[in-house]
């Protein structure tokens, strides 16, 4: 079996094997999203094809909506193109698969080497949204060639703002066309980011008129959005049970770096993607597909309840342990019972009473899927490896802000976070890049990883650590969100920390008394 148009028109033994496939005449949806498409995606990858394209696929199927997406990769590499199509397979926590054939994207456009097709695109009145997931790095305006497009002609732009900014600015001279911006990345006002990165470019190529289109809402929005759908590395064995169904060319490749390469998709059941309702050119009906459109206010409660509560922190403080402890499946930490404890503590008693109610969501309905159902999903690849990259950005969202709202409400006392701290400690014990048995591992990518392990390189296991040494670290608003000593936190942190550095065992010995004590 390929994947392809011309295989999927035996459609029996497709379904056979249990696949779903597109319910509607993709040809006619193909050839009518070409003529005058409203939907276009920048960075076409797992989580687009997982959330974004299987949204416009049910509505497809229902027939709520007549044409597909256009997805912009970056450049063409070369290799197998399916003909558009991908295989998206849902791991399940009972332990169903789900394999769906996801034929909404209509068409593959380049970012680099495409970009005829792009301004054709742009330039069409019907193109309703455009929506990117990039990652919060590619909104970035600090690279050299960002520079360089900021100095240079529109016609001239290199780096990946600059074309979008390039197109965006087609789409002006072309008759000011209404376009709804939309950033899905998972991070912070993310609306912001992109129009900011527009601005910037709108600013330089001294175009008041241009600059002018950007800032009007009613001609161009960028709404706020939260995003959360876990879509790890590609499962080897998913890989092999798409081989088994007779998938050819389906298995999948890790390279050198341990990165795992294939072409399908497994991600989890649960998905959320609320979104700012601002979309001046109009929208496909994608509520009925599941999202929430709202007010930005709302918004950006969910994404906090999200990020500084019910989630990521709880994420963070399993990738931490998980990789001091020696797991190889944040699915397999919540059999543990020290770690399932340590992050029920950090979200129900110490992250849950700062939480604001976004009203869409309850945020105890939110937690109680993510620590019952999600995380414990055995089916779900995801690595504390993966989670740990990145962390010392991550620590001033995740618990900075809870820490700050203790701060700042009277009724509270910041004493009684007693687990926050502890996986402050227990990052830096991470920094040590030695687990629990004494055994040497390699970290996370991070950016700071070399600044902040300065601070413990002379701390060696089984010997008391001089904490002072650690003050600078500690007073590290960027890394912490808040001043840990100032805070009156940083003397519990480093006591955490001293028990965690004891020896071997130290750390089970560690978070076992103190979510005992909690």
């Avoid at 069409?124 to 997931?133: K, S």
């Avoid at 790095?137 to 050299?144: M, Q």
């Avoid at 770690?339 to 700062?354: A, S």
Wanted: aromatic residues 8%; negative net charge; proline residues 5%.
């Amino acid at each position: 079996m390929k994947l392809n148009n011309g295989a999927l028109k035996n459609r029996a033994e497709w379904e056979e094997k249990g696949y779903r496939l597109p319910a509607y005449d993709r040809d006619a949806v193909v050839e009518r999203t070409k003529e005058n498409p409203t939907w276009l995606h920048f960075g076409a990858g797992n989580i687009f094809k997982a959330l974004h394209g299987m949204a416009a696929q049910r509505l497809l199927n229902e027939g709520l909506l007549d044409r597909g997406i256009i997805a912009v990769e970056r450049m063409n590499r070369g290799g197998e193109t399916y003909d558009d199509l991908a295989v998206v397979v849902t791991l399940k926590a009972n332990g169903s698969v789900e394999k769906n054939i996801l034929g909404a994207i209509a068409e593959t456009c380049y970012l680099y080497g495409g970009e005829e097709r792009l301004q054709e695109i742009f330039r069409n009145p019907a193109l309703q949204m455009v929506t990117f997931t990039i990652t919060e790095k590619g909104y970035s305006l600090n690279g050299d060639d960002v520079k360089a497009d900021l100095a240079a002609a529109p016609s001239e732009a290199k780096s990946y703002m600059g074309k979008v900014a390039a197109l965006l600015l087609e789409r002006y001279r072309a008759g000011a066309f209404p376009i709804a911006m939309v950033s899905t990345d998972n991070c912070s006002h993310n609306g912001d980011k992109l129009k900011a990165a527009m601005c910037a470019f709108a600013e330089a190529w001294n175009d008041e008129g241009f600059k002018a289109y950007i800032e009007n809402a009613e001609k161009v929005s960028f709404p706020w959005t939260m995003i959360d759908k876990i879509t790890p590395s590609p499962d080897l064995t998913v890989g092999a049970m798409l081989e088994r169904d007779g998938l050819e060319g389906f298995a999948p490749v890790r390279n050198a770096r341990g990165t795992v390469k294939a072409p399908y998709v497994n991600a989890e059941e649960s998905e959320y993607l609320v979104l700012e309702d601002s979309f001046p050119n109009g929208r496909p009906p994608l509520e009925k597909a599941g999202f929430f459109f709202t007010d930005r206010e709302t918004v950006d409660k969910v994404e906090r309840m999200k990020v500084c509560t019910c989630l990521n922190p709880l994420h963070t403080a399993l990738a931490v342990y998980g990789c001091l402890l020696g797991f190889e499946k944040i699915s397999q930490e919540m059999q543990d019972e020290d770690l399932r404890k340590l992050v029920e503590i950090i979200g129900y008693q110490e992250g849950l009473p700062v939480v604001t109610d976004p009203g869409i969501i309850k945020p105890q309905d939110f937690i109680d899927t993510v620590v019952k159902v999600r995380i414990p999903n055995p089916f779900m690849p995801d690595t504390p490896q993966r989670i740990a990259t990145d962390t010392s950005q991550k620590l001033p969202i995740r618990f900075g802000e809870t820490i700050k709202a203790y701060l700042a409400d009277p009724s509270l006392d910041v004493q009684n976070l007693r687990l926050i701290p502890l996986v402050h400690a227990g990052w830096l014990r991470y920094l040590m890049a030695v687990d629990d048995e004494g055994n040497a591992f390699e970290p996370s990518p991070d950016p700071l990883l070399e600044t902040a392990q300065a601070y413990v390189k002379a701390f060696k296991l089984g010997e008391k650590p001089d904490c002072t040494k650690l003050e600078g670290l500690l007073r590290n608003k960027t890394i912490f969100g808040v001043d840990l000593i100032e805070a009156g936190l940083a003397d519990r942190v480093c006591a955490y920390f001293t028990e965690l550095t004891a020896g071997v065992g130290a750390v089970r010995a560690t978070l076992h008394r103190h979510v005992t004590e909690s």
